[in-house]
């Protein structure tokens, strides 16, 4: 298999998460211009959830997702996080598990990158583990943000 650039990456993330969304009935809506902080919004009908959409790599049961942006600029390149104040969730993309991932501002805020757990640890620890079936698209709405779905 061709390995895809970051940018197809990208892309392909954004499209498997919108499509999700899609699948159970949620509506979409893109940014008319690129730049901004998130990638689509969800609306859930009770709100508009901006997302930011990242692709996941799977390595020894852990899937991560990168969190931080990096451009070049004439003073070299700027490296930044993101803010609960400029996207409401990060949703992230596995084409190893096939699943996407819908995790709340609060736990991407400040962080370079994400870890979501799919095996068990080797020392069977369970507790503070981030577990990726806690995220995934439709279980995360439910408990992050009540949504009802039908």
């Not at 919108?18 to 008319?32: F, T």
């Not at 609060?106 to 995220?135: F, M």
């Amino acid at each position: 298999m061709v390995e895809l650039t970051p940018s197809q990456k990208g892309a392909a993330a954004e499209a498997a998460i919108a499509a999700a969304a899609i699948g159970i009935k949620l509506v979409v809506l893109r940014p008319l211009c690129d730049g901004g902080r998130y990638d689509l919004v969800i609306d859930t009908g009770a709100r508009l959830l901006r997302v930011q959409c990242k692709w996941a790599s799977l390595r020894a049961g852990v899937l991560t997702a990168r969190c931080r942006t990096s451009r070049h600029t004439p003073r070299g390149y700027v490296r930044a996080t993101y803010r609960k104040t400029e996207i409401d969730a990060l949703g992230a993309y596995s084409p190893d598990t096939g699943a996407t991932y819908l995790i709340p501002a609060v736990e991407v805020e400040g962080r370079a990158a994400l870890s979501l757990r799919v095996a068990p640890t080797r020392n069977c620890q369970a507790l503070n583990v981030r577990w990726a079936r806690d995220y995934e698209l439709e279980r995360s709405l439910r408990r992050n943000w009540n949504v009802t779905l039908d």
